[in-house]
């Protein structure tokens, strides 16, 4: 059973920096094709996709607002993905979650890109981590 957990939100003033930690358990990173995403629900938002990562290109995609401030990457030897954000801002407040899908028996696989930011693509999804950023 794969399943996801979050930790490292937490209060930081604005212009701080946090980092996210996704602990993946169920699939491993050196073997599986998998895609993770970043999403999170502001207050009285819904929720939307911040980042992604696909094991398949390798390659990483960014909402247009965080685009230089955070960094999303992966430890295979850890089975974690992390989210470094830097420069944080008021706007950026919310519940973060991680959310996975393993890209074997697809008919295509979830690439990091648009689509990585949709969460209908994917299966499996953490609890969530509070991110808190004061003015």
């Known amino acids: 059973e794969v399943q996801l957990v979050e930790s490292g939100g937490n209060l930081v003033q604005t212009g701080g920096s946090l980092r996210l930690s996704c602990a993946a358990s169920?699939?491993?990173?050196?073997?599986?094709?998998?895609?993770i995403g970043w999403f999170r629900q502001a207050p009285g938002k819904e929720r939307a996709g911040v980042s992604c990562?696909?094991?398949?290109?390798?390659?990483?995609y960014y909402r247009g607002s965080v685009e230089g401030r955070f960094t999303i990457s992966s430890d295979n030897a850890k089975n974690t993905v992390y989210l470094q954000m830097n420069s944080l801002k008021p706007e950026d407040t919310g519940v973060y979650y991680c959310?996975?899908?393993?890209?074997?028996?697809?008919?295509?696989?979830?690439?990091?890109?648009?689509?990585?930011?949709?969460?209908?693509?994917?299966?499996?999804w953490g609890q969530g981590t509070q991110v808190t950023v004061s003015s």
């Open positions: 959310a996975a899908v393993l890209n074997r028996g697809r008919p295509a696989p979830v690439l990091a890109g648009p689509l990585g930011l949709m969460e209908y693509v994917y299966d499996y």
């Open positions: 169920g699939f491993t990173f050196d073997d599986d094709d998998y895609a």
């Open positions: 990562f696909s094991s398949n290109d390798g390659r990483k």
